[in-house]
């Protein structure tokens, strides 16, 4: 919400805080629209649950996996690749899966360009991905137990290798990552007398990492 910053807005997925949410500056989100099953916004009044936050809270619950048939989906776009697939395990509807995968393609270009302009010499790009992954078990008793998975991580990456008739060449790499690991348990029970029971465990990591190797080498000597 405007006004506020990062750390007054909460996003959860799942019930689990999500650290990161945008790619490519905030133009795309790292929540695949196909993947969703409902979204809550509260910009004011927030429950006593989401105490902590001025700004507002963003709940995302992940859609189950179809409990009749398998379905699959395989897309190829300018910008980006995904593949999708989600049903019941063979002819038992107790349990479902759901899986994604979308990648950026913009790295296959920028890696093309740059090496046609070094004449080989260099390599760069961006990319992204996301993995979302989600099982349902349902039990007799009307008992739900999920297992929710997210995984996504940005990429830049150059790569150049140098050399003159001196015998000195000069090899660069310099790779930076960044993103969010989301791991969840959740039960939803039943019991006597119209109460429910909604448990939920988690996990929500946030990396970053940047990693620079510059290699110099001559006819007699070599160094990192």
């Known amino acids: ?81 995904k593949f999708q697939i989600d049903g019941p395990f063979k002819n038992d509807s107790s349990w479902t899966y759901l899986i994604s995968v979308r990648r950026l393609n913009f790295d296959l270009l920028i890696r093309m360009l740059a090496r046609l302009n070094s004449e080989g010499a260099a390599s760069s790009g961006y990319t992204f991905y996301d993995l979302n992954a989600k099982l349902v078990k ?32 000069i090899a660069y790499k310099n790779n930076i990552t960044w993103g969010n690991r989301v791991g969840g348990l959740h039960y939803f029970i039943p019991f006597k007398n119209k109460l429910l029971g909604n448990f939920s465990f988690g996990s929500s990591n946030f990396y970053y990492a940047s990693d620079v190797v510059s290699k110099y080498s001559s006819e007699n000597t070599q160094s990192n």
């Open 1 to 81: 919400v405007r006004g506020g910053s990062p750390d007054q807005n909460l996003f959860l997925f799942d019930n689990i805080p999500l650290y990161y949410v945008n790619h490519i500056g905030g133009f795309v989100s790292t929540f695949d629209p196909n993947m969703i099953g409902s979204v809550q916004l509260h910009k004011g009044n927030f429950p006593a649950k989401y105490s902590g936050r001025l700004s507002s809270v963003v709940a995302i619950q992940m859609r189950d996996g179809n409990q009749k048939q398998t379905h699959k989906e395989l897309s190829f776009g300018l910008l980006t690749t």
């Open 138 to 169: 349902r039990f007799a008793n009307h008992s739900v137990l999920r297992f929710t998975y997210f995984d996504g991580r940005d990429r830049i990456f150059v790569k150049s290798k140098l050399s003159n008739d001196a015998g000195l060449s």
